[in-house]
């Protein structure tokens, strides 16, 4: 803040302050420069957020127009618009082929029941034969 002053040169201005103004009203005089330079502060913190938003207010233009122009000359786009258009008509044939297939479909037979996941079918087959027991090697014993 006091870039401008040495230290001697703030006494020297001291001292002359308090002969010129005298000690009595010293104290007003230095609380009105307190006034002066809070005001002093504020008007350029005011102008600096002022420049500052008009600056913010600038680039956030210019982002917008970049943003419309990326819009508007967006080539991936176009290639995703074709790509639906192409998806669509693909999608529509297959529907007309499936809607045609189906109309062949039969109705299935009342009583052949497939059987949920886990669970087994029931036949009417006999059952399988027991497994024949196994013959020891030689020189084994049984």
Known sequence: MF???SWSHILILLVVALVVVGPKDLPRLMHMAGKWAGKARAM???FRKSFDEMA????LDELRKEIEDLKKNNPVS??????NDATTSVNQAAMADGAA???EVTAPVEGSIEPRSGEFEVTDHAAAPAPAEATPLPGHAP
């Open 56 to 59: 913010r207010q600038t680039e």
């Open 44 to 46: 350029a913190n005011e």
């Open 101 to 103: 297939q189906t109309a």
């Open 78 to 83: 176009d290639m995703m618009g074709a790509m």
């Open 3 to 5: 870039d401008l002053f």
